[in-house]
């Protein structure tokens, strides 16, 4: 397999997220720590979206991924100005570019998504399909979805490759607060999740309503919501705040560090994930990760997660909930059961593993990009410029008294390597003539030639115009260019252009 020079991953949502990283934010970093430690720190490059391109993330770095090397990305990136520049990275400049697809719930369940979300989820996949060399999916599920998105709207088909998501827990290191510490001395009730609607809190709070009016002499462990207040939850937090039946017995944690994180785990007696529909579902792999018992939602990915290790139940079934926690908690038992079941049968995935899918599937993707790149060929009236041609569709076109550069561009980068120039095209006139061109990258103000030579025209000239000599590269070369020029007018159509490499 080719070597890969390097490894540029994009931390843009990252360096702009100023809370305790959590869903893709923690994958976001965990799968560049694990990738840096498997492919080398040095060889992997961190950037950011900045000044209309992915750069190193020093502030005083303009250094930007040459090509030949690889772009992983898998962030928040749906909402950000870069998806329109995949093509054109992967495409003209060379890059092999990794995306990422989580779920497509703002296109399946618009309802459970803020703003005009549903609106540019699906332009952020089209852009996705376009310009990315492959696609990782963080479920079996996210992939069928994304799979027949792509059919469904008549997209190309490209690689794809299901990353299970790890669920080691970092290091139990940090500060724990007083409010944590305090629920550390009692059996809890633990969902972690963002509160927002799709997450479903909603059916957990109907269900102890019920349980405290129905059942008043149940001893209820305290119900602890972990993560930040998110999207079309007002009315929700307003019930939590104003129910007689629910006072004290909700609690709310916003600010949870992963060492106060691993404290709750520890000390919840049962974990719930009511949830409508998910990607994958971190928090369910992290609980059963700590051997704890588990009742989910039965949609989406989840029971790709938990298999036959967790209890599963409906989300539109608040009641069905309630007596699930009701009958644990007369009978013990249950969990005790589920506990030691998810102990003898959960195998826990980590991170490492992730990152070594994540690179392996970089790999395969660099190496068809690298088979498929060469030769490179162009058609003159879409993708090079002209002094004093025509754009005849795909052609260039040039007739008297016109002289000058007739063709140039079409500025693309390549990798280091050995490679040639092929000019295809016609002429009608009678009369012999010349044709001069060069082949040259760099600096567009005063590029370095590569290549150059002249071309003999007859009427019986139309297929080769020109090929050129070989060049070499022990570095990328940016900007390459084929520039054709006339000092005498000529009726001359420049067909194709192609670039090749040696090897191909």
Same mark, same amino acid.
């Given at each position: 397999?080719?070597?890969?020079?390097?490894?540029?991953?994009?931390?843009?949502?990252?360096?702009?997220?100023?809370?305790?990283?959590?869903?893709?934010?923690?994958?976001?970093?965990?799968?560049?720590?694990?990738?840096?430690?498997?492919?080398?720190?040095?060889?992997?490059?961190?950037?950011?979206?900045?000044?209309?391109?992915?750069?190193?993330?020093?502030?005083?770095?303009?250094?930007?991924?040459?090509?030949?090397?690889?772009?992983?990305?898998?962030?928040?990136?749906?909402?950000?100005?870069?998806?329109?520049?995949?093509?054109?990275?992967?495409? %003209?400049?060379?890059?092999?570019?990794?995306?990422?697809? /989580?779920?497509?719930?703002?296109?399946?369940?618009?309802? /459970?998504?803020?703003?005009?979300?549903?609106?540019?989820?699906?332009?952020?996949?089209?852009?996705?399909?376009?310009?990315?060399?492959?696609?990782?999916?963080?479920?079996?599920?996210?992939?069928?979805?994304?799979?027949?998105?792509?059919?469904?709207?008549?997209?190309?088909?490209?690689?794809?490759?299901?990353?299970?998501?790890?669920?080691?827990?970092?290091?139990?290191?940090?500060?724990?607060?007083?409010?944590?510490?305090?629920?550390?001395?009692?059996?809890?009730?633990?969902?972690?999740?963002?509160?927002?609607?799709?997450?479903?809190?909603?059916?957990?709070?109907?269900?102890? =309503?019920?349980?405290?009016?129905?059942?008043?002499?149940?001893?209820?462990?305290?119900?602890?919501?972990?993560?930040?207040?998110?999207?079309?939850?007002?009315?929700?937090?307003?019930?939590?705040?104003?129910?007689?039946?629910?006072?004290? =017995?909700?609690?709310?944690?916003?600010?949870?560090?992963?060492?106060?994180?691993?404290?709750?785990?520890?000390?919840?007696?049962?974990?719930?994930?009511?949830?409508?529909?998910?990607?994958?579902?971190?928090?369910?792999?992290?609980?059963?990760?700590?051997?704890?018992?588990?009742?989910?939602?039965?949609?989406?990915?989840?029971?790709?997660?938990?298999?036959?290790?967790?209890?599963?139940?409906?989300?539109?079934?608040?009641?069905?909930?309630?007596?699930?926690?009701?009958?644990?908690?007369?009978?013990?038992?249950?969990?005790?059961?589920?506990?030691?079941?998810?102990?003898?049968?959960?195998?826990?995935?980590?991170?490492?593993?992730?990152?070594?899918?994540?690179?392996?599937?970089?790999?395969?993707? =660099?190496?068809?990009?690298?088979?498929?790149?060469?030769?490179?060929?162009?058609?003159?009236?879409?993708?090079?410029?002209?002094?004093?041609?025509?754009?005849?569709?795909?052609?260039?076109?040039?007739?008297?008294?016109?002289?000058?550069?007739?063709?140039?561009?079409?500025?693309?980068?390549?990798?280091?390597?050995?490679?040639?120039?092929?000019?295809?095209?016609?002429?009608?006139?009678?009369?012999?003539?010349?044709?001069?061109?060069?082949?040259?990258?760099?600096?567009?103000?005063?590029?370095?030639?590569?290549? /150059?030579?002249?071309?003999?025209?007859?009427?019986?000239?139309?297929?080769?115009?020109?090929?050129?000599?070989?060049?070499?590269?022990?570095?990328?070369?940016?900007?390459?260019?084929?520039?054709?020029?006339?000092?005498?007018?000529?009726?001359?159509?420049?067909? %194709?252009?192609?670039?090749?490499?040696?090897?191909?």
């Amino acid at each position: 397999m080719q070597q890969i020079p390097q490894i540029w991953f994009n931390l843009t949502s990252s360096h702009n997220w100023n809370r305790p990283p959590v869903g893709i934010i923690r994958v976001e970093q965990s799968i560049y720590k694990e990738i840096g430690q498997l492919f080398g720190s040095e060889r992997i490059i961190p950037c950011i979206w900045r000044d209309g391109a992915f750069r190193r993330v020093d502030n005083d770095s303009n250094e930007t991924p040459p090509p030949g090397s690889i772009l992983i990305t898998m962030g928040l990136d749906w909402d950000q100005p870069y998806k329109e520049t995949l093509f054109d990275l992967r495409k %003209k400049h060379s890059v092999t570019v990794i995306a990422c697809c /989580y779920d497509l719930i703002p296109v399946l369940f618009p309802q /459970y998504c803020v703003g005009e979300v549903a609106a540019y989820f699906k332009e952020y996949f089209a852009a996705v399909n376009w310009g990315a060399s492959g696609v990782l999916c963080i479920s079996r599920n996210s992939e069928k979805d994304y799979l027949e998105l792509c059919r469904d709207s008549g997209w190309p088909s490209i690689p794809t490759c299901v990353m299970p998501l790890g669920d080691n827990l970092p290091a139990d290191k940090g500060e724990v607060t007083t409010e944590v510490r305090q629920l550390r001395s009692q059996p809890i009730i633990l969902f972690v999740s963002t509160i927002e609607r799709r997450k479903n809190h909603q059916c957990l709070v109907q269900a102890y =309503h019920l349980l405290r009016r129905t059942r008043p002499d149940l001893k209820l462990p305290k119900l602890v919501f972990v993560g930040m207040p998110g999207w079309g939850v007002g009315d929700l937090l307003k019930d939590i705040e104003l129910d007689p039946l629910l006072k004290d =017995h909700i609690v709310l944690l916003h600010h949870v560090s992963d060492a106060e994180l691993l404290a709750l785990y520890k000390v919840a007696m049962l974990c719930v994930y009511p949830s409508f529909y998910e990607g994958w579902g971190l928090p369910l792999g992290e609980a059963l990760a700590m051997g704890k018992p588990v009742f989910s939602s039965d949609a989406g990915s989840l029971p790709e997660v938990g298999g036959d290790l967790i209890r599963y139940l409906s989300p539109f079934n608040p009641s069905a909930w309630a007596e699930a926690i009701r009958e644990a908690l007369e009978n013990p038992a249950i969990l005790e059961q589920q506990a030691s079941r998810v102990a003898a049968g959960y195998r826990s995935r980590e991170w490492k593993d992730t990152a070594e899918v994540v690179l392996n599937f970089a790999k395969e993707c =660099h190496a068809l990009d690298s088979a498929g790149r060469f030769p490179l060929v162009l058609n003159p009236g879409y993708d090079c410029s002209t002094g004093s041609s025509k754009h005849i569709g795909p052609f260039l076109s040039v007739a008297p008294p016109s002289v000058g550069y007739i063709l140039y561009g079409p500025f693309v980068s390549i990798p280091e390597g050995r490679y040639y120039i092929t000019v295809d095209g016609s002429t009608e006139d009678t009369a012999d003539g010349e044709v001069m061109f060069d082949v040259c990258a760099g600096d567009k103000e005063s590029p370095v030639i590569l290549a /150059y030579g002249d071309a003999a025209l007859c009427s019986t000239t139309s297929s080769l115009l020109w090929r050129s000599e070989i060049f070499s590269s022990e570095t990328p070369l940016s900007n390459l260019q084929v520039r054709c020029s006339l000092k005498a007018p000529r009726n001359i159509t420049i067909h %194709k252009v192609a670039i090749h490499s040696e090897s191909s």
